[in-house]
């Protein structure tokens, strides 16, 4: 009767689990409803992928200070990633703001929705008196309090009515030092009467003031919905920016990357797919071929979740889906050589896959946690590039796990079930050979400390060469902008594109030039290293001779990527750093093997730097996304390793020095087939885009090998040797040499030598 009961419960799991992958492939391939919704092709792509829309806006009035333009360009920003995390705002010229938003062709909806940034200020009733005709009349008027400067923050809030027990729908204000003055003595003077918010000389709320507000904070009350609260608040803070805007033009642009960028990646991507599977079934038979299957599914997964978040896609954000393949095959093969491993340790199969997915499951959790720990504070204290990063892996991650500890175990299971229960379906139990990699660690340090040497002594030599420590990319460091109109005869394709870009490469002596097609117009707009007077007079004679070119306009435009996001992403990744730090030391009660962890990310992202740095590689958006992924993989091989000692230190006396060193060796040697699998699967996928992929993605691709390469070295040969420095040399459980020979002195025995006094005491 179980038997029966087992084997129905199986097919019927079977059975679900193919009728939902079907109805999956058919919501991505076809979609649901009129609006075919759930099709991959409608997922929403960046800029540098499919184009968007691109609004200009103009300054209005003359004493503009920089400080203001950066304030609103950070505002905008900010503001624009309603619409999408990948929107781009810079500086062009003296006097105007550019806007690209990805994934949207309707720039009129896209005007009206974002609205015409103004002026905003807050108003009180004053009583005037006015001569009219030999006559003094009263009238009424509104005198303003203050303005959209004093007010820092403006959102919208959800609050649980504690007498009515309903929702309430608010929207919360902060105001700055002056604007809290202002506020508290506008609000004494007028409790009972209204507070006018004037946007662009018109009311949009007159909220009555209940009482005194003295601490600079209020909520406004009586929306009617979520997105009423949403709208004003969004109103406010776009009247809030220091300088008045108004639109100067708007175009549809096409995509960055060129047209072909999406069918190369996805070919990269089929292609290393591919491979992975061979690899997989390689290595360990049966489930190598179930964990092509779950990684399908999670392939399947995270197209329904791009979609059903509404999520933008773009380079950054294909980052984010290659490290989550990359953690979706490694906990595969964590799982997978850890059930060979028991398999080679005598048990039977059955035996060994419950043993193998029990003992798996905290070093997935454990890796996946900390990088979701890092993919959590990205999302909220990032912006732009970061925060579609975020995006993007957090779904990976959440997918992968699920695909790993929920689809594969129900299919090894299945597997079993149903007869494939001999030990060769399962892949050769490989023999084990500790090697000192404890001893084997001073020779790494040595190389990685002589390669990010040779990376920071690179940058004084790049300053003399190139004019910069890197080589900055247009959203690092800015450059001019050109906007070329062609003679009506002309058509605008993509081979006529890819001749302006080397006119441009020639010119400017750079590769770093990017090029737009505005579309329903014969424009393009061509970005490049910024050029002299020269260099402009010759690129415009050149195309005026050769193109049928009408006219170039040129102006020098700011970085995408400004101070302040620069600032972010620091502060991002440092506060991210101290949270794995807490969260390692917590699950593994030492902080230690945070603190070996952390100093291993350090090394990563140095010899990154240094890839960079060497190869003088074009340092843009991606270089932020290249450093996040590196973090985000490395972090998961460390964890491997560390759950391997955690696990060894429950089941082996430690006396001497010795112990701990055979420990950590022996601990290391358990998983390098692990290590070597799981960077060999994510190496295939990334040389796959690096010889697939376009230009643009070749130096992205390139970087990520050197970054998959140095994790697993500082996994093996750092990590490990660095936990047993500080275990043995650091702390008060510290292992400590006396007369040759090593002693331990553990903290369990510490009261013998005062129970040996009190003995001594009552024999005298």
């Given amino acids: ?47 540098d992928l499919a184009g968007g829309v691109s609004i200009t806006y103009e300054v209005d009035g003359k004493n503009v200070s920089d400080s203001d333009m950066k304030d609103t360009v950070y505002k905008l920003q900010k503001r624009v990633e309603g619409y999408s995390t990948e929107a781009e705002v810079y500086q062009e010229g003296k006097d105007r703001i550019n806007i690209e938003i990805p994934g949207v062709t309707d720039a009129n909806k896209i005007l009206d929705e974002l609205g015409k940034p103004g002026t905003l200020s807050f108003a009180v009733q004053k009583q005037v008196k006015v001569k009219q005709n030999g006559k003094t009349t009263t009238q009424t008027t509104l005198d303003t309090i203050l303005t959209g400067q004093n007010v820092k923050k403006a959102k919208a809030v959800t609050n649980q009515n504690q007498t009515t027990g309903k929702k309430e729908y608010l929207v919360a204000l902060e105001f700055d030092s002056k604007g809290t003055k202002a506020f508290a003595k506008a609000t004494k003077a007028n409790i009972g009467k209204p507070i006018y918010i004037i946007y662009d000389n018109q009311v949009i709320s007159a909220p009555n003031v209940q009482e005194a507000i003295t601490k600079g904070e209020c909520t406004i009350d009586g929306m009617e919905s979520y997105e009423a609260a949403e709208n004003l608040a969004s109103s406010i803070r776009i009247g809030s920016l220091p300088v008045k805007l108004k639109e100067l033009r708007s175009n549809v642009v096409s995509a960055k990357l060129g047209v072909n960028a999406i069918q190369t990646t996805i070919k990269a991507g089929i292609i290393g797919f591919a491979l992975v599977c061979l690899i997989m079934i390689a290595f360990y038979a049966v489930p190598g071929i179930i964990a092509c299957v779950a990684l399908a599914i999670y392939m399947l997964m995270m197209l329904l979740a791009l979609n059903g978040f509404n999520a933008t896609l773009t380079l950054p954000g294909l980052a984010g889906i290659i490290l989550g393949i990359g953690m979706a095959v490694d906990a595969n093969v964590i799982i997978y050589a850890r059930i060979q491993e028991e398999i080679g340790a005598g048990k039977s199969t059955g035996a060994a896959i419950k043993s193998g997915f029990g003992k798996a499951a905290s070093a997935i959790i454990d890796g996946n946690v900390t990088t979701l720990i890092a993919v959590l504070v990205l999302w909220f204290k990032g912006s732009g590039t970061v925060k579609g990063f975020a995006q993007t892996l957090g779904m990976s991650v959440l997918i992968s796990m699920f695909t790993a500890l929920v689809i594969s175990r129900f299919l090894v299971y299945a597997a079993y079930h149903f007869g494939l229960r001999d030990k060769k379906w399962y892949g050769k139990p490989r023999t084990i050979k500790t090697r000192d990699f404890v001893c084997a660690g001073k020779k790494y340090v040595a190389v990685a400390g002589v390669i990010i040497l040779v990376g920071l002594a690179a940058l004084p030599m790049n300053r003399s060469k190139i004019g910069t420590i890197l080589n900055y990319d247009l959203e690092f460091s800015g450059g001019t902008a050109s906007t070329i109109t062609f003679k009506d005869d002309q058509k605008v394709n993509d081979s006529l594109e890819k001749q302006i870009v080397k006119a441009y490469e020639k010119v400017s002596k750079s590769t770093s030039v990017q090029s737009q097609k505005v579309k329903a117009n014969n424009q393009m707009v061509v970005k490049s290293v910024e050029l002299n007077l020269n260099q402009r007079k010759q690129i ?128 290391i040697s358990s998983t390098l087939v692990r290590t070597i699998n799981t960077s060999l699967t994510t190496f295939v996928m990334v040389l796959a885009l690096f010889i697939c992929g376009v230009s643009s993605l070749r130096e992205f691709a390139l970087a990520l090998i050197v970054g998959v390469i140095g994790g697993a070295f500082s996994s093996v040969f750092l990590t490990g040797p660095l936990w047993y420095m500080m275990k043995t040399r650091m702390g008060s459980d510290a292992i400590k040499e006396s007369n040759g020979q090593t002693s331990v002195q553990p903290e369990k025995i510490t009261a013998n030598p005062n129970r040996k006094k009190k003995k001594k005491k009552k024999r005298k």
């Fill in 1 to 47: 009767m179980k038997k029966r009961n087992s084997s129905g419960k199986y097919i019927a799991g079977l059975i679900l689990l193919i009728a939902l992958c079907v109805f999956g492939v058919f919501i991505t391939t076809k979609g649901i409803t009129k609006n075919k919704i759930g099709r991959a092709s409608n997922i929403e792509l960046g800029l």
């Fill in 540 to 667: 415009e004679k050149t195309l005026k001779k050769d193109y049928k070119v009408k006219s170039v306009t040129t102006e020098n435009i700011s970085s995408t990527i400004s101070n302040e996001m620069q600032r972010d992403a620091f502060i991002s990744v440092i506060i991210s750093a101290i949270c794995m730090l807490i969260y390692i030391a917590i699950r593994f009660k030492d902080v230690k093997f945070g603190s070996s962890a952390i100093i291993a990310l350090l090394n990563d992202v140095l010899v990154v730097f240094a890839a960079y740095s060497i190869g003088r590689l074009s340092v843009g958006g991606t270089f932020i996304a290249c450093m996040l992924t590196i973090i985000g993989y490395s972090i998961n091989s460390t964890i491997v390793i560390f759950d391997r000692i955690r696990e060894n230190l429950k089941l082996q006396t430690i006396r001497t020095r010795d112990d701990i060193k055979a420990l950590v060796n022996q601990s």
